[in-house]
């Protein structure tokens, strides 16, 4: 079975710094991993994917993430946070059916 | 424009009532999925459709019912033996291609239960 555990439900960052939002993945399969994006009230955007090519995938708005099979990994960061990153951040492992198995969410709150 | 519309965006439920949450799409993909958004449990799969006239259950689809008479629509219901309907629903699309696939969401419909 699949499963996704993002550590942390809210991060808070000042605006300029560093974003590390977590995310560790369990698959008996290689796994394809998602990030999405959320804003209020409204639907998720992809951010990016990874689907075995590159190990370091870059993404929309900055943010980049690496697969890190050794430590079933998939961290996505973004070196300089602007106020217009708040929002909430989803992580989704897909066996390649289709179906995404999602975490739990992290919420992402930048200080001015 | 191509994409996925939900609508109602608020729709508001008496108790022991069904209503039916709308979804289309005109992306021309095959696989259509409803998820129920409650905070800080993610997204959890309700039912899916790889292809017209054939739908699985995900993990909570009880309460719930789906058909799939088109390729552009996939409505669902929201039955009165849904026992905590309030929630935020969205519908996503798998847009396929090769080995390759991403999830495209509608903006979601509110329900309320009053």
């Known amino acids: 079975a699949q499963s996704v555990t993002q550590l942390g439900s809210h991060v808070s960052v000042s605006e300029g710094a560093l974003v590390l939002l977590r995310c560790n993945y369990s698959?008996?399969?290689?796994?394809?991993l998602f990030w999405y994006v959320q804003y209020p009230n409204q639907g998720l955007q992809l951010l990016l994917k990874?689907?075995?090519?590159?190990?370091l995938v870059k993404g929309i708005n900055g943010f980049e993430a690496e697969f890190k099979k050794s430590e079933t990994s998939f961290h996505l960061t973004k070196p300089s946070a602007h106020m217009s990153d708040a929002a909430e951040y989803f992580c989704a492992v897909s066996d390649r059916g289709g179906k995404l198995i999602f975490g739990q969410g992290t919420e992402l709150s930048v200080k001015p | 424009d191509g994409g996925i519309t939900q609508s109602p965006k608020y729709l508001f439920r008496k108790e022991g009532q069904n209503v039916t949450l709308s979804c289309e799409q005109n992306?021309?993909?095959?696989?259509m999925y409803w998820y129920r958004q409650d905070p800080g449990q993610g997204l959890r799969l309700i039912y899916y459709?790889?292809?017209?006239?054939?739908?699985q259950k995900g993990d909570i689809a009880e309460g719930y019912s789906v058909s799939r008479e088109k390729k552009e629509s996939f409505p669902l219901t929201v039955t009165s033996a849904q026992k905590n309907p309030t929630a935020f629903y969205l519908c996503?699309?798998?847009?396929?291609?090769?080995?390759?696939?991403?999830?495209?969401f509608g903006q979601g419909t509110r329900l309320t239960v009053v």
């Open positions: 698959s008996s399969v290689p796994p394809y």
């Open positions: 996503a699309t798998d847009g396929r291609q090769g080995l390759s696939t991403e999830a495209f």
């Open positions: 459709s790889q292809i017209v006239n054939d739908f």
């Open positions: 992306l021309n993909h095959d696989a």
């Open positions: 990874y689907t075995s090519a590159a190990t």
